[in-house]
């Protein structure tokens, strides 16, 4: 490559700091997909002659509404869609999601950000994310939380398909025996078409 694909890899800093942060801090989290918590009453707590039955049941549903135990409840977005399909591009729901996603968008994004140049890179992956967005809200039930990069990454991987048919991808892998790494590590090169369908 005669240039570096700096916007690809701007894009996927922004992706993995926006994810680790919306982890350690779910108001953020809940701010870039547009969602908040339902302001549900907790039940306040007993006074007087106490059934410890109903202390319980009390101190469950209090944990519950409170977040402790289970999930959050969540009300529909606030946000209109394109924003939302934007923000939640940014959000990844664990570290498996962000290193899949982060990893064909290195080997995808690099070439296409190549090919195209940043600005029109970063103009196919964020049209991609609303289009994605799009299909997803249409799709889905209404108030439904989505987060992830993987449409806007897809538009990318097209983009790639076009532009690059008949490239190779050079793939790595190690032998994982019983949850020990055997000593047996290599690459190889495959069809893209092969990698992208696989």
Known sequence: MTRWPIANWVLIGVICCASVLGWLCEPFFLALA?????????PPPLEGPVDLREAAERSILRALLEGSLGPPVFRPPQWTLPVLAVTSTLLHADVIHLAGNMLFLWVFGNAVNYKFGHVRFLGLYFGAALLSGRVCDWWSMPGTAVVGAS???????G??????P????G??????L?????????????????????
């Open 151 to 157: 449409g806007a990454i897809m538009g990318i991987v």
């Open 171 to 176: 793939v790595f892998y190690c032998f994982v």
């Open 178 to 198: 019983f949850g020990l790494i055997c000593p047996h590590v290599d690459t190889f090169r495959m069809s893209s078409w092969i990698m992208i369908a696989a």
């Open 159 to 164: 983009a790639y398909l076009v532009f690059f």
């Open 166 to 169: 008949r490239n190779d991808v």
């Open 34 to 42: 547009g969602l908040s918590r339902n302001p549900v009453p907790v």
